[in-house]
Nanobody
Framework: QVHVVESGGGLVQTGGSLRLSCAYS????????MGWYRQAPGKERELVAM???????TYSDSAKGRFTISRNNAEKVGFLQMNSLTPEDTGLYSC?????????????????WGQGTQVTVSS
């Protein structure tokens, strides 16, 4: 079982910045990708940024050039640096972790989610 906890959200004015953190702990053989997702009020959850196990990054069109995803596997933490925030960035930001578990010779790749951290950008 893996426990995922996000932090760093809050209320910020347009043009401001926030740095979200995703800390994880538990028992696993390896870590794969980490993704940040946003769910705005009345909308479906969408991918904001992802970083693979080999540190390749992917961003949504709205996040490109403004957000930076990073990770530190040794510290078991990931980050989402968000700059030049706008009200359209408002939402609940959740972190997803892909793990690898080897048990009795069988390999599986369970995913885990945190509860999310709220980001609100005022105009």
């Amino acid at each position: 079982q893996v426990h995922v906890v996000e932090s760093g959200g809050g209320l910020v004015q347009t043009g401001g910045s926030l740095r979200l953190s995703c800390a994880y702990s538990g028992t696993f053989s390896g870590i794969g990708s980490m993704g940040w997702y946003r769910q705005a009020p009345g909308k479906e959850r969408e991918l904001v940024a992802m970083i693979s196990g080999d540190y390749r990054t992917t961003y949504s069109d709205s996040a490109k050039g403004r957000f930076t995803i990073s990770r530190n596997n040794a510290e078991k933490v990931g980050f989402l640096q968000m700059n030049s925030l706008t009200p359209e960035d408002t939402g609940l930001y959740s972190c997803r972790i892909e793990t690898m578990v080897v048990d009795l010779g069988r390999t599986s790749f369970p995913e885990y989610w945190g509860q999310g951290t709220q980001v609100t950008v005022s105009s």
